[in-house]
């Protein structure tokens, strides 16, 4: 059964920092480019991040970029997104997906806001002093 988990949501103050961790079953992580998005109540869904399938190249949404970093632990079948200072702008339910097994290589300006293939129910992060 293929499935992904997202864990490591937390509430924390701005200017902190978490690790959000999605394990994949059921497929090997690296045969797929692997997003981030996140959703706010009340917001469309935006993709913050992506890594490629093919080189592992990552890319990333302005609002986040120097602040998250995007990362896959092959061998643990596990992507992680590393963020670091923290603003209560960043408060959503943050899910990882699969793309297509086709997108090979994707971009911000390009399949990375293309569509998704399946993701998981997601882990809530809360910035708020």
């Known amino acids: 059964q293929v499935q992904l988990v997202e864990t490591g949501g937390d509430s924390v103050q701005p200017g902190g920092s978490l690790r959000l961790s999605c394990v994949a079953s059921?497929?090997?992580?690296?045969?797929?480019?692997i997003g981030w998005f996140r959703q706010a109540p009340g917001k469309e869904r935006e993709v913050i991040s992506c890594?490629?399938?093919?080189?592992?190249?990552?890319d990333y949404e302005d609002s986040v970029k120097g602040r998250f970093t995007i990362s896959r632990d092959i061998a643990k079948n596990t992507v992680y997104l590393q963020m670091n200072s923290l603003k209560p702008e960043d408060t959503a339910v943050y899910h990882c997906?699969?793309?297509?097994?086709?997108?090979?290589?994707?971009?911000?300006?390009?399949?990375?806001?293309?569509?998704?293939?399946?993701w998981g129910k997601g882990t809530l992060v809360t910035v708020s002093s």
């Open positions: 059921g497929f090997a992580m690296d045969s797929y480019t």
């Open positions: 890594i490629s399938k093919g080189d592992g190249v990552t």
């Open positions: 997906a699969t793309y297509p097994y086709t997108v090979i290589i994707a971009t911000m300006q390009g399949t990375c806001r293309g569509p998704l293939d399946f």
